[in-house]
């Protein structure tokens, strides 16, 4: 468990403390030699503004007045929108006479920082900071054992968290969620126990208690950083990693944000040290500008370091001709904006307008943020569906991926658009004003939340019931070709169809309506207005009404499916697709029947639960009836213990014995039952193995024949051979399929 506060980077922390002591030691009696200008203190407290002016003179006080009316006076008429070029060169010409001061100040850091140090000490030892840090070593090493304490109680819970695996979004997502509480309660631990010694080792010392609960701010702040990185990057643990990077760029980018975030923390507490004891402004900018310029080091080699795999990230499947662009050339477009930023944000801070810089800061991190929050998020909605199957994706899975990762994308996108407009304080209202109106400029909002809702909820639905339709798939139709019967659809796959539509029209409608009411446009007359018309319709077209309400009712009583096979009277077929008002029928033999339902008066569905299928069996007289159903018996056995037949079989093949005694024939019938559909192959497969059975028994099928008995000596031959014809040709034919 890597919970504990890293030692390393906290020297960095703990080396301001001891370092400002020693400056105070080797500059002697600082402060005798500072003429720089008083500046105010931050925090402007009350007890702060009556220690600075018990320590000033009046020329600085008065100096300090007037530097602070310089401020917040307003400016001349003529100057009060001065233009861009201008503005830039003031403050360029400003910037640089304020260089020049700040690089003369430079030789005077040590006694500075020693005349902060007295500051500090007043009234207390010249080593009173020393034993401060010390303190300060303490109380973190107490937290840092309470911390660890903790976290072995807890090391089972979290031991059972990173083995689970995730089985859905809200069990992956909840396991992410119980991580992270788990890492903030350690780190309450670890604060609770460092205040808890603070409060046992506090003697009230103001300066002390400032100074110790802004270096515990400036470590809760790097804690919250680096478990931010963290749950993205997981060095350790690859299985939960959000962001999509291999074990050494995660651990180079984990290594180098840490790093960052330490630098940043001293950075905070020797910034607050400085302005709270009355370091003036030129020293002050002088250590601002080398920890920022550190910072940016730090930063752009970290960026060069990794700028392989995220280009990887960025070319993606490497056909987009722009994304292979900025594959190749983010490392120097990022050196080159961090570049101008750390010279715009020196300027601006060395002309006293800290405004483009901060938006610039801002505007970086947002930029980078945003990838990385997509990222994390699309790998986090998407992780259980790759994890539902060890051997592949499952079809909820296979079918929200693309719609929540554009979901995410959209989200995010919106975002961090809204987040660079308040940066840069951007009147887009204002600006769509002077091109589009006003009304249409005060609804763009509402009509981009409109359209993106009415996409979002129509993929969401789509996407809902094409994964019902595919999980409902199943063989349809019947299982010869040419036959009729079949097994049909389920009933939801017969309704989802129509469901689509009918959602696809509703979003349509609502967005539209949605759309003309952000403009201003009274959407009641449209909605009066579609009701008279649909009256109108009603009246006009009877027959359309009438089969769109049969359907309705048709469908409410389930009386056919996809997949189907009915009889309607005039048309007969396997039901291929429904409409609203009619449905087309394909014949056994090909044709397409489009049949409206209002014209349906009768209707046979030959594809409900299970059929009949009748054999019959002509054979001689001498047969042996016994044997006869003895082998159709075991036929039927056979048959139904068969691995692809013997699952549609519901009825055994059994014999019904001799149903009628012919002139030349005993009619023997067998039957089974069996699914819709399935009954042809079943009946091929029976006569095959009954004609086979029945030759290797002696069992001969009976010959239609005609006596004729002709007297000795007669010449009725040719008259006894015409009668034969005409009996034979008079039997009536096999029952045709058809």
């Not at 010390?134 to 976290?151: D, P, T």
């Not at 967005?511 to 003309?516: A, Y």
């Not at 009877?542 to 009889?567: H, N």
């Not at 394909?586 to 009949?612: C, F, K, L, Q």
Request: a positive charge.
């Amino acid at each position: 468990m890597n919970h504990a506060l890293p030692w390393s980077r906290l020297g960095l922390l703990i080396g301001l403390l001891l370092l400002l002591p020693l400056a105070a030691v080797a500059a002697g009696q600082p402060g005798a030699g500072d003429k720089a200008a008083p500046a105010l203190p931050e925090p402007l407290t009350r007890e702060a503004v009556r220690e600075l002016v018990s320590r000033l003179s009046d020329v600085e006080v008065r100096e300090l007045l007037l530097a602070q009316l310089d401020k917040v006076a307003a400016p001349a008429p003529d100057e009060a929108v001065p233009p861009v070029a201008a503005g830039l060169a003031g403050n360029v010409d400003r910037a640089r006479s304020e260089l020049g001061a700040v690089l003369r100040a430079a030789p005077d850091l040590p006694a500075t920082l020693g005349a902060a140090v007295a500051r500090y000490s007043e009234g207390r030892s010249p080593f009173h900071l020393l034993l401060v840090a010390a303190l300060f070593v303490v109380m973190v090493s107490l937290g840092w054992i309470a911390e660890r304490l903790v976290g072995r109680l807890l090391a089972g819970v979290r031991g059972r968290l990173d083995h689970s695996p995730g089985d859905g979004i809200r069990v992956d997502a909840g396991s992410l969620v119980i991580r992270v509480v788990l890492d903030l309660l350690l780190l309450a631990v670890f604060v609770a126990t460092v205040f808890a010694g603070f409060l046992a080792l506090y003697e009230g010392h103001e300066a002390t208690r400032e100074l110790i609960v802004s270096a515990l701010l400036a470590i809760i702040q790097v804690r919250l950083a680096i478990l931010i990185a963290r749950v993205l990057l997981a060095p350790h643990t690859p299985a939960q990693r959000l962001l999509p990077f291999d074990d050494v760029a995660a651990r180079v980018l984990y290594r180098g944000l840490v790093t960052l975030a330490w630098l940043y923390g001293f950075g905070d507490i020797l910034n607050f040290f400085l302005q709270r004891f009355g370091v003036p402004r030129e020293p002050l900018l002088l250590v601002t500008t080398l920890f920022r310029l550190a910072f940016a080091v730090i930063f752009l080699r970290l960026v060069w370091r990794v700028r392989v795999p995220i280009a990887a990230k960025i070319r993606g499947d490497g056909q987009s001709t722009i994304r292979r662009l900025l594959a190749d050339l983010w490392p120097a477009l990022m050196t080159a904006y961090v570049l101008c930023l750390l010279v715009v944000l020196t300027v601006e801070q060395l002309a006293g307008r800290l405004r483009t810089g901060r938006a610039g800061i801002l505007s970086l991190l947002v930029v980078i943020a945003m990838p990385l929050v997509d990222m994390a998020l699309c790998r986090l909605l998407t992780r259980p569906a790759r994890s539902a199957q060890p051997g592949g994706e499952s079809p909820s899975g296979t079918t929200f991926r693309p719609v929540l990762r554009r979901g995410v994308h959209i989200v995010v996108t919106a975002a961090g658009a809204l987040v660079m407009v308040r940066l840069w304080n951007l009147d887009l209202a204002g600006l769509a004003a002077r091109g589009a109106g006003a009304r249409v400029a005060g609804a763009l909002v509402d009509i981009g939340l409109t359209l993106m809702l009415a996409y979002l909820v129509w993929q969401l639905a789509k996407t809902a019931i094409d994964q019902r339709l595919e999980r409902e798939a199943r063989p349809q139709g019947v299982s010869d070709p040419g036959e009729i019967g079949g097994t049909g659809g389920s009933r939801l796959r017969t309704l989802l169809p129509l469901a689509r539509g009918t959602v696809f029209t509703v979003v349509c409608v609502m967005g539209v309506l949605s759309v003309l009411a952000a403009l201003g446009v009274n959407i009641g007359p449209l909605l009066a207005g579609a009701g008279v018309v649909g009256l109108a319709v009603g009246f006009g077209a009877q027959a359309l009404v009438r089969d769109i309400i049969s359907g309705a009712f048709y469908l409410l009583d389930d009386a056919f499916r996809v997949g189907e096979y009915i009889d309607v009277g005039d048309a007969k077929g396997t039901v291929e697709k429904i409409g609203i008002r009619s449905m087309q029928l394909r014949h056994h033999r090909g044709p397409i029947n489009i049949v409206p339902y209002g014209a349906i008066r009768r209707m046979t569905n030959e594809s409900r639960d299970w059929v009949v299928e009748k054999l019959e069996f002509r054979l001689t007289y001498d047969t042996d009836i016994t044997k006869v159903k003895k082998i159709i018996k075991r036929i039927g056995q056979d048959l139904a213990a068969d691995p692809e037949m013997g699952p549609h079989i519901l009825q055994p093949l059994k014999s019904q014995g001799v149903l009628a005694m012919e002139d030349s024939a005993l009619l023997v019938k067998a039957k089974f039952t069996a699914k819709p559909g399935e009954q042809f192959v079943i009946r091929r497969e029976a006569y095959q193995r009954i004609k086979q059975a029945f030759d290797e028994a002696g069992i001969h099928f009976a010959h239609r024949q005609v006596t004729v008995f002709v007297p000795p000596g007669s010449g009725a031959a040719a008259a006894a051979g015409a009668a034969a014809a005409v009996a034979i040709s008079a039997e009536p034919p096999p029952e045709d399929a058809a």
